[in-house]
């Protein structure tokens, strides 16, 4: 009698992971519907949203400054540069199951997918406007020679799609005299 704690010590100990796990695998397949649910009500409306603030703050420090600090020329009209830098932003995008969907249905028929063009043209302007606050944070005048670049975040074991992306701003920082 003495013994019957040890074996329920160990007892627990060896099936305590299992029963987590089968815990873990039950709440999942439960909740996955109604979370699917709530990004087919939600995932629109918050993409509009992160368009929405970024224009907004696009707008903004174009009205603080007069003018956009941000420019794909290589800057070499001006002679009175004091110090310049690297001045680079970067994010990560991708879409919610629930326009990974309906990017399904619409590959079916053929055509343009035009859910991802919306998300990566949304993760653009962000990373551009990112950029343009951080010149602005670190005290450059302008922003000159700049590039922008997108990679997938797929992993190569996985044989499937994209999942997101990554999108990356970089210019070269210029603090004039």
Same mark, same amino acid.
């Given at each position: 009698?003495?013994?019957? *704690?040890? +074996?329920? %010590?160990?007892?627990? @100990?060896?099936? &305590?992971?299992? #029963?987590?796990?089968?815990?873990?695998? !039950?709440?999942?397949?439960?909740?996955? *519907?109604? +979370?699917? %649910?709530?990004?087919? @009500?939600?995932? &629109?409306?918050? #993409?509009?949203?992160?368009?929405?603030? !970024?224009?907004?703050?696009?707008?903004?420090?174009?009205?603080? %400054?007069?003018?956009?600090?941000?420019?794909?020329?290589?800057?070499?009209?001006?002679?009175?540069?004091?110090?310049?830098?690297?001045?680079?932003?970067?994010?990560?995008?991708?879409?919610?199951?629930?326009?990974?969907?309906?990017?399904?249905?619409?590959?079916?028929?053929?055509?343009?997918?035009?859910?991802?063009?919306?998300?990566?043209?949304?993760?653009?302007?962000?990373?551009?406007?990112?950029?343009?606050?951080?010149?602005?944070?670190?005290?450059?005048?302008?922003?000159?020679?700049?590039?922008?670049?997108?990679?997938?975040?797929?992993?190569?074991?996985?044989?499937?799609?994209?999942?997101?992306?990554?999108?990356?701003?970089?210019?070269?920082?210029?603090?004039?005299?």
């Amino acid at each position: 009698m003495a013994d019957f *704690p040890l +074996v329920l %010590l160990i007892l627990g @100990l060896c099936l &305590g992971p299992l #029963l987590l796990l089968a815990l873990a695998g !039950t709440l999942w397949s439960v909740l996955y *519907p109604f +979370v699917f %649910l709530w990004g087919m @009500l939600t995932s &629109g409306r918050n #993409l509009d949203n992160m368009i929405q603030d !970024t224009i907004d703050r696009e707008r903004a420090t174009k009205e603080s %400054l007069g003018r956009d600090p941000l420019t794909t020329v290589d800057g070499g009209y001006r002679t009175d540069v004091r110090d310049t830098g690297l001045v680079y932003a970067s994010g990560v995008f991708g879409p919610s199951y629930w326009h990974l969907l309906i990017a399904w249905f619409n590959n079916l028929f053929g055509g343009t997918v035009t859910i991802f063009q919306k998300v990566i043209s949304a993760g653009r302007a962000e990373v551009m406007q990112r950029l343009r606050e951080n010149a602005i944070e670190a005290g450059w005048d302008d922003v000159v020679n700049v590039r922008i670049d997108t990679a997938d975040m797929t992993p190569q074991s996985s044989g499937r799609g994209v999942k997101g992306v990554e999108v990356f701003a970089y210019g070269t920082g210029v603090r004039y005299s």
